[in-house]
Nanobody, 117 residues
Framework: VQLQASGGGLVQPRGSRRLSCAAS????????MSWVRQAPGMRPEWISV????????YYADSVKGRFTISRDHAKNTLYLQMNSLKSEDTAVYFC???????????WGQGTQVTVSS
């Protein structure tokens, strides 16, 4: 099982960035997929989930209206489109796969997003 997150980097405030998470080694379409972030010295924050079936989604209040989660079953890839980025979005972003929301079975390595001018 592998979840390979990418797309992080340095972004200016109010900028945009798209994260990707390439999945392999398991049936991508059979799992709920999540993005979780962790800022330095902070607890992990579950920011978004997309369901395996109907594609319904969850967003934490901190990102609602600014971030969009999506998945491409043909490419076995999870995405997170991040708009209107703020300094408080600076964190390591992880993707995860699970048989339920907020209960991951697999974790990917993180990708660092730094929002700074």
């Amino acid at each position: 099982v592998q979840l390979q997150a990418s797309g992080g980097g340095l972004v200016q405030p109010r900028g945009s960035r798209r994260l990707s998470c390439a999945a392999s080694g398991f049936t991508f379409g059979s799992y709920d997929m999540s993005w979780v972030r962790q800022a330095p010295g902070m607890r992990p924050e579950w920011i978004s989930v997309i369901a395996r079936g109907d594609g319904s989604s969850y967003y934490a209040d901190s990102v609602k209206g600014r971030f969009t989660i999506s998945r491409d079953h043909a490419k076995n890839t999870l995405y997170l489109q991040m708009n209107s980025l703020k300094s408080e979005d600076t964190a390591v972003y992880f993707c995860a796969a699970g048989n339920g929301w907020f209960t991951p079975d697999f974790w990917g390595q993180g990708t660092q997003v730094t929002v700074s001018s």
